[in-house]
């Protein structure tokens, strides 16, 4: 199993930023997806879900209304959408899978990829 993040990089305070996180080696469709992040000194902490056909999201209150997770099971990639971004948003974002929607929200899941970094910087 691969999960595959991209799309970090600097970011000016106010700015945008889209991660992409692609999914080979399991069926994409049958696990709920989510994004994490951990910033230095930090414990790595919950960003945002999607349940297993889109109907289903959950973020993180920092991050509300900010940020928008998105997935399209043809190619097996979700996403997140950051606008408005803040210098606490700066950490290295991970993405994961889990069979189960809600164990993601506890910083649960069943497959990781490895982070792509985000800095929010003047």
């Known amino acids: 199993v691969q999960l595959q993040a991209s799309g970090g990089g600097l970011v000016q305070p106010g700015g945008s930023l889209g991660l992409s996180c692609a999914v080979s080696?399991?069926?994409?469709?049958?696990?709920?997806m989510g994004w994490f992040r951990q910033a230095p000194g930090k414990e790595r902490e919950f960003v945002s879900a999607i349940g297993r056909g889109s109907g289903n999201t959950n973020y993180a209150e920092t991050v509300q209304g900010r940020f928008a997770i998105s997935r399209d099971n043809a190619k097996n990639t979700v996403y997140l959408q950051m606008n408005n971004l803040k210098p606490e948003d700066t950490a290295i974002y991970y993405c994961a899978a889990a069979k189960f929607f809600s164990r993601l929200s506890r910083t649960e899941a069943d497959y990781w990829g490895q982070g792509t970094p985000v800095t929010v910087s003047s």
């Open positions: 080696g399991l069926t994409f469709s049958t696990n709920a």
